[in-house]
C-alpha cells in the first residue's frame, strides 16, 4: 500500500452503506508489480455467519496474475472457541493475496465484533510501515517493517527470517526505561534502568540498584531482574560495579568500589560476583552478599535475550 503510517489508505471499517459488510476506503497498491487503485470506498459484504462460536476473516488484495487483475476481497474463516484468521495464497505467476486487515465477525449474527489493522506502508522508499508489534504479516525471509507499538509507542525495525520469524533488528528512537526489581526484601532500595535492541535477539541494558534503608544488607546472595527474559544453554557475562563511597567514613569496612560482573545463566535474572576484600586474594571472589547502606550496583552490558522462545536448549 502507498502511504504513511496514519493514513486511512485501504483502511477497512465497518460499512457506513450496508449492513454486515465492511468498506475499504480508497487508496493505491502495488502488488508483484500490479497496480490497483480506487478512488471511492469498497463494499464488501460478510459471509452468513450461524455459528455459535466467533469467526476471523481476512480482508486481502487479491492479484490473479492470469486474469492480470487486482481487486478487494473477504476470506472466510472457520468459527471457534479461539478463531485465527485463514492463511493466504501467495503462487508466483499465480494468485497473490496481500493481507489488509483481520474482522472479526460476531457468534450467532453476520456482523462485526472488531477490525484489526494488518496494512503494511510504502513511503518514499522508506522501510514498509506496520502498526503493532504483534502482526503477522505473511512475510517472505529477508522482508523488512518499521512497527510502532500501539501499547508501549515503542519504535522497531524487525526483520523476517526463515529459520526463526520475525524478531527486533534495531529499536528506534530513546532508550526504554525498566525498573530493576532486587532479589532481597530486607530494606528500601531505589531502582532505575534502561535498555535498547541493538541487533536481532540481542539487547543492551543499564541498571542501577541503591540502598536507601540506612543500614547494610548482608547474609543473601542477591540478583537483579533483567529488561526481557534471557536464553539459556550457555553462560553469559555483563559488567558490575559497587558504588561505595557515599556511605561517610567507615564506608562499611568495605572498599570504595568493587569491581565484578554480573553473570546470567538463562530466565530473568543475573547475579553479581565481587572480589573478595576481606580475606587472602588467594580465595577469589564470590557472589554477591553485602550491600553497604548509599551504596549503589552498576551492571551494564549486552546479553542475548530469548525472543524466539528457545529456552536453555
Known amino acids: 500500500m502507498i502511504g504513511r503510517w496514519g493514513d486511512s489508505a485501504l483502511s477497512v471499517s465497518v460499512s457506513t452503506s450496508q449492513a454486515a459488510a465492511i468498506d475499504v476506503a480508497p487508496g493505491t497498491a502495488i502488488v508483484r508489480g500490479f497496480a490497483y487503485q480506487a478512488d471511492q470506498p469498497v463494499t464488501l459484504p460478510l459471509s452468513v455467519q450461524t455459528s455459535q462460536a466467533p469467526r476471523v476473516d481476512l480482508v486481502v488484495l487479491e492479484l490473479d496474475m492470469a486474469a492480470g487483475s487486482v481487486r478487494a476481497r473477504v476470506l472466510k474463516g472457520q468459527p471457534a472457541a479461539a478463531p485465527v484468521p485463514p492463511g493466504v495464497r501467495q503462487v508466483q505467476g499465480g494468485v497473490w493475496q496481500y493481507p489488509l486487515a483481520e474482522v472479526t465477525v460476531k457468534r450467532g449474527v453476520t456482523a462485526v465484533q472488531s477490525i484489526r489493522d494488518v496494512r503494511t506502508l510504502h513511503d518514499a522508499g522508506r522501510p514498509p ?28 525495525l524487525h526483520m523476517y527470517a526463515a529459520n526463526g520469524g520475525w524478531s527486533i533488528v534495531s529499536a528506534l528512537g530513546k532508550a526504554r526505561t525498566y525498573t530493576p526489581r532486587l532479589s532481597w526484601n530486607g530494606g528500601s532500595h531505589s531502582a532505575k534502568g534502561r535498555y535498547q535492541w541493538v541487533a536481532s535477539n540481542v539487547i543492551q541494558f543499564t541498571a542501577n540498584v541503591t540502598n536507601t534503608s540506612g543500614r547494610t544488607w548482608s547474609g543473601t546472595q542477591m540478583s537483579v531482574s533483567l529488561p526481557t527474559k534471557s536464553r539459556g544453554g550457555v553462560w553469559q557475562l555483563v559488567n558490575a560495579t559497587l558504588l561505595n563511597n557515599t556511605t561517610g567514613k567507615a564506608h562499611e569496612g568495605m572498599p570504595n568500589y568493587l569491581i565484578g560482573n554480573a553473570y546470567i545463566g538463562g530466565g530473568s535474572t543475573c ?12 580465595n577469589g571472589g564470590d557472589w554477591w552478599e553485602r550491600f553497604p547502606k548509599g551504596a549503589t550496583l552498576i551492571i551494564s552490558g549486552t546479553y542475548e535475550a530469548d525472543y524466539f522462545h528457545e529456552g536453555n536448549g
Open 129 to 156: 510501515a506496520v502498526q503493532d508489534t504483534a502482526v503477522p504479516s505473511h512475510a517472505t525471509p529477508g522482508d523488512l517493517r518499521y512497527y510502532k507499538s500501539a501499547s508501549t509507542g515503542a519504535e522497531e
Open 271 to 282: 547475579q553479581p560476583v565481587f572480589q573478595t576484600y576481606t580475606q587472602k586474594a588467594i
